[in-house]
């Protein structure tokens, strides 16, 4: 199913705000969110619009650094870092790679989510499309060509990040749908922090610039 | 596993037979994990390759929507569009393939590969299981290992390969097979 933001939904009549009032505004919906956990439903269809893999995914968010991104099917792999350490764990394959994290250098949708607005209103045109009273769908377009997105379209519906649609320059569509969505619950520290389990089969890629000190598990 | 017998025996009729059968099946489809690693660097990403006759679709990408690659190959001409990129077009895909992705997928054996058995053209050390199932060979340079085979409807296909080439290990896994004669789909 398309997302709930379809391009179609003309933009003419609704109300479209300045694109620094809309940045302020994109800022300010997603500065709410301190913490952030939902389940996130994700579709990637590729360039002529086949469906290339439907996956669960949970999600956990802490500012400024904590990002947890857990998919769950078709197949387990969890994404985790606390803003020094990038972990990606793949439980069935026994296969652990570990990287130092540098958060200025993450990912549009990383910074999307973690709230950097202001890296990218520099990057990107933000357009603010009010639907309704408290729902705003935000139009991100790349200012230079070099970019990996042809447009990402955040929607919110009262208030809330209800899905994002990135759309890459080769065509191919991620949508994320976020769902049992909790806004500023408490989230412990150490959700972001991952132990290695104690396996002798497990295989450690370190990547990190001093990996000379311990790896988690020993 | 116990030391598997060599069955490279002159003529193995109930191998050649197998591999004929594979040999012929010539629409499929699977998707499932690619992770690339050699000395220094390691990365994975879930592949889904789509295979008609002679032409194929393979799409690649990294999980937070990372490095999305499609690649259309049709016999002479192949199309690469890496996100960010634009579309690229080569008559051999190998050598292109090693530019744009920065390693070397062997697309015109691994059509081959993928399935269980050999590339057409010289193969060596071919190693098999318990009922025939091909374990491992070498080929063009690459040794290729078959770490796991599930039943897919009618078909026995692996669903972990290794192929490797110093320093360079590809690793295919959680491979879940479509044929299109399958009503149920794909088995795990």
Known sequence: ?218 | CTGTPRIDAPVNTEWEQRRQVLQDISHWEFIGSLNVRDASDAHSSRIRWQQQDETYQINLWGTFNVGATQIDGRPGEVQIVQQGEDPVFTESPETLLYQELGYELPVTELNHWIKGIPAPGPSSNLVFGESNQLRSFQQIGWQVSYMAYTNFGLETLPTRIRIEKAPLRLDLTRLRWTLPDLQAGAGN
Do not use: C
Request: net charge negative; hydrophobic share 40%.
């Open chain 1, 1 to 218: 199913a398309q997302g709930a933001s379809s391009e179609q939904a003309n933009n003419s009549d609704s109300a479209t705000i300045g694109t620094d009032t809309a940045t302020e505004r994109l800022t300010r919906l997603l500065a709410d969110l301190s913490t952030f956990r939902a389940d996130v439903r994700q579709l990637i269809t590729e360039s002529s619009g086949g469906v290339l893999e439907e996956s669960d995914i949970l999600f956990m968010l802490k500012r400024p650094h904590g990002f947890y991104w857990e998919t769950l099917s078709p197949f387990p792999e969890l994404i985790v870092t606390n803003g020094d350490t990038l972990w990606n764990y793949q439980p069935d394959l026994l296969q652990l790679s570990i990287e130092d994290w540098n958060p200025d250098e993450s990912e549009l949708a990383a910074q999307l989510l973690g709230g950097e607005t202001a890296a990218i209103a520099e990057e990107y045109d933000i357009e603010a499309v009010q639907v309704a009273t408290n729902d705003w769908e935000f139009v991100l377009r790349p200012l230079d060509q070099a970019s990996l997105y042809q447009r990402v379209v955040l929607y919110f519906v009262d208030d809330l990040l209800e899905s994002i649609l990135l759309i890459n320059t080769n065509g191919q569509r991620t949508l994320w749908e976020f769902f049992n969505r909790q806004v500023n619950e408490p989230i412990a520290d150490t959700t972001f922090n991952f132990t290695a389990p104690d396996d002798d089969f497990l295989d450690v890629i370190d990547n990190r610039a001093d990996n000379t000190h311990e790896t988690d598990q020993l």
